[in-house]
């Protein structure tokens, strides 16, 4: 016993009791972390497909309306895993592109469209980006109220599971 204990009583029951319960809780805590780690892992990145864009340049003029984007990939990469979104240059205000990106699998390349709007000039910024399952359903809401009220409100913050892989800046003419 500890010098400085001597003289408390120790009921034994409920201190083992209330160790155990301890024990349990700690234990079970990391079962649940580790199973919750397991069910649903972390899904694939940006650099596990090196998205790149090539065209068009950054800071190139462009027309208004369709802009073709094109760019290269590596890897086994989806076409429902990556979109298009046109933002203003600071990220925010984002409008995802509602055409699918063309994926080549044997050249390792795709493209796709990004539309400007046909309002006066100024920067935009397009971006291709890596779309998860709550970034899919987000995309698919986007598009069902904008055919609905035929009205596209930006999107002001991605979810973290649409990774932005590469942006060019472009001037609208």
Partial sequence: ML???????????????????????????????????????????CSDYSIRITSPLNRASVQGGAVDVQGTYQGDLSNNNIVIIVSLPDGTHNWPSLAPVQIDPILGRWKGVAYLGEDSPQTYRISVALVGRSGRALLMYFTKVGRDTGQWPSIE?????????????????
């Avoid at 409920?14 to 700690?26: F, K, N, S, V």
């Fill in 3 to 45: 010098w400085f204990a001597r003289g408390a009583k120790v009921n034994n029951k409920w201190t083992h009791l209330w160790g155990g319960l301890g024990l349990l809780y700690i234990v079970s805590s990391g079962f649940f972390i580790w199973i919750g780690t397991w069910i649903e892992p972390g899904g694939p990145t």
């Fill in 157 to 173: 913050v991605l979810p973290d599971d649409i990774q932005v892989c590469d942006y060019v800046l472009v001037e609208k003419k």
